[in-house]
């Protein structure tokens, strides 16, 4: 058995957007899901007049280029469920014509094993 899922949603405002991708395979005894799940928000956005003010050190803050990264495991005998997450939380620039956009995002990939069987 497979089980794919796509979910694309955007606000009203479109300054958010939400990105989904699940698969479920089911393989001896073992169903795997793996999720990867996108968040993009439009944090602000600024004309740019000129070419100089084009330098990222007159629009964006110092530390503006922080990522985290946060790893999780879980195992949970009862159910026999083991879950591995990894998220990546951080901010990055896109100029399009003469505006500069802060984007705020975070990234989630996340896999759970779970016994079809379980004891």
Known sequence: MRE???KNLTSLDKKRRDLLISETVEKNGIRTITKRHSVYIIGNR???CNDESLFLEN?????YD???VFIYKK???K?????????VVGKFCAVVRDEVYSIAFKHTF???????NPR
């Open 66 to 68: 922080k990522r985290h």
């Open 4 to 6: 794919l899922v796509f």
């Open 46 to 48: 600024k004309k740019v």
């Open 79 to 87: 159910q026999g469920k083991d879950s591995f997450t990894c998220d």
């Open 59 to 63: 629009i964006l803050p110092s530390n």
């Open 110 to 116: 996340e896999v759970d094993f779970v016994a079809t």
């Open 75 to 77: 195992k949970n005998t």
